[in-house]
C-alpha cells in the first residue's frame, strides 16, 4: 500500500514561509534543518513541508516553475480546514497573504475562500463537510 507522506512546497525563504503558517494559522513548527533550507509544520499525519529554491534546483536541475513567480497562482492548491472561514481568511490577510476570493458559502454548505500566501503559496480555507 501507497501511503500520502508529505506535500513539498519550494519556497525563497523556508524560514519565513513557516513563520507565516505559525502566525496566521497557529499551526506549529514540527522541524527545521540548521541550514535553514527545509522546514515541516506540525500538521497532524500528512506533513505539509517546505523547502529552500537552493535545495530545489539541487534536485531538478532542468529548473521548475516556483510558486510566486507566476502572476497568477499555480493549478496546485492545499486546503487548510477551520471551523471559522471568515477569521481564518482575516488572519491570512493580515499576515501578508491576498485574497483571491472571499469566504463565500457554496451550494453544498460548505463555506471557502482563497487566498495567495506571501510565498506564492495558493491556498484554500474551508468549513469542514458536513
Known sequence: MVKFGYTIVYVDDVEKTLHFFNEAFNMK????????????????????????????????????????SSEKPLGIEIALVTKDVQTTHNAAIVYGSTELKAPTVMPWGQTVSYVRAPSGILLELCSPIS
Open 29 to 68: 513548527t514540527r522541524f527545521l534543518h540548521d541550514t535553514g533550507t527545509y522546514g515541516e509544520l506540525d500538521t497532524g499525519e500528512t506533513v505539509l513541508a517546505f523547502a529552500s529554491h537552493e535545495l530545489g534546483h539541487g534536485h531538478f536541475p532542468d529548473g521548475y516553475i516556483p510558486a510566486g
